[in-house]
């Protein structure tokens, strides 16, 4: 997993629309990149809805909330159309960004990691915390970490 310091990698996938999103363009603002396991899940999905639900407070202290798992770009936009989910999700099938970020696996490396990057305005890791089987605390402590950036 990435550690507090290191530069994030210049990763591009393609986000719900098809849109193709590079991680460096962000670079200038806070950013929260969060890895989950799979769209429609219950972890998952509850996940989503609390970054969702506290968009505007991450819009206040000027990050932008991009959400990664290894689902297709249709998966992706059926969830972000069902959960009407203000941010980017990006899609990650061929484990890229999983592997530049050093995502660690869950369950014996049965699934993805859930694990959640404070990124700083310079595009570094100001803080890493994972939990696979919650969602709450990676909301909490992102947003107590943004605000300590600040």
């Given at each position: 997993m990435l550690h507090?310091?290191?530069p994030i990698?210049?990763?591009t996938l393609e986000d719900q629309d098809g849109k193709i999103v590079s991680?460096?363009?962000f670079k200038?603002?806070?950013?929260i990149v969060y890895f989950y396991p799979k769209d429609n899940t219950k972890v998952c999905t509850a996940q989503a809805c609390g970054f969702r639900d506290n968009y505007e407070q991450f819009l206040e202290v000027g990050a932008e909330v991009i959400g990664i798992s290894r689902d297709s770009v249709a998966s992706h936009r059926k969830v972000t159309n069902?959960?009407?989910l203000p941010f980017i999700l990006l899609s990650d099938p061929k484990k890229k960004a999983h592997k530049a970020f050093r995502v660690?696996?869950?369950?014996f490396g049965l699934f993805p990691g859930r694990v959640t990057f404070v990124i700083d305005k310079n595009g570094r890791v100001a803080h890493t915390f994972r939990a696979d089987f919650t969602a709450d605390s990676h909301i909490k402590e992102a947003l107590k970490v943004l605000k300590e950036l600040n």
């Open positions: 507090k310091g290191e990698p210049s990763v991680l460096s363009d200038g603002s806070p950013l069902q959960r009407k660690p696996s869950a369950m």
